[in-house]
């Protein structure tokens, strides 16, 4: 099983960009799922996560510009970002908590990232 990331580039300040992580591979069961950042020289820190049941989280930087949305039957997981800022630029990993097979235990997948400039 694999995460794959995309969606990301360059874009100005003010404007937007949609990220997509689709899962492939044969999943049991997909839990949590959300989007993670690390901009040059400084430490991954969480974005946005999303429950199967859609109960959404959010950093306090980014909540009422970036919105987590999940697509169950696509085990697809969406960061719509609005509003973007220079500050947002970075590397954006999406992550998933799933079990592969019946009887398999849970654990956590990490995409490869996908870069996010914001610049004019």
């Known amino acids: 099983v694999q995460l794959q990331a995309s969606g990301g580039g360059l874009v100005q300040p003010g404007g937007s960009l949609r990220l997509s992580c689709a899962t492939s591979g044969t999943i049991f069961s997909l839990g949590d799922m959300g989007w993670y950042r690390q901009a040059p020289g400084k430490q991954r820190e969480l974005v946005a996560t999303?429950?199967?049941?859609?109960?959404?989280d959010s950093a306090e930087s980014v909540e009422g510009r970036f919105t987590i949305s999940r697509d169950n039957a696509k085990n697809t997981v969406y960061l719509q970002m609005n509003s973007l800022k220079p500050e947002d630029t970075a590397v954006y990993y999406c992550s998933a908590r799933l079990v592969e097979f019946w009887g398999g235990t849970w654990r956590r997948l990490w995409g490869q990232g996908t870069l996010v400039t914001v610049s004019s």
């Open positions: 999303i429950t199967s049941g859609g109960t959404t």
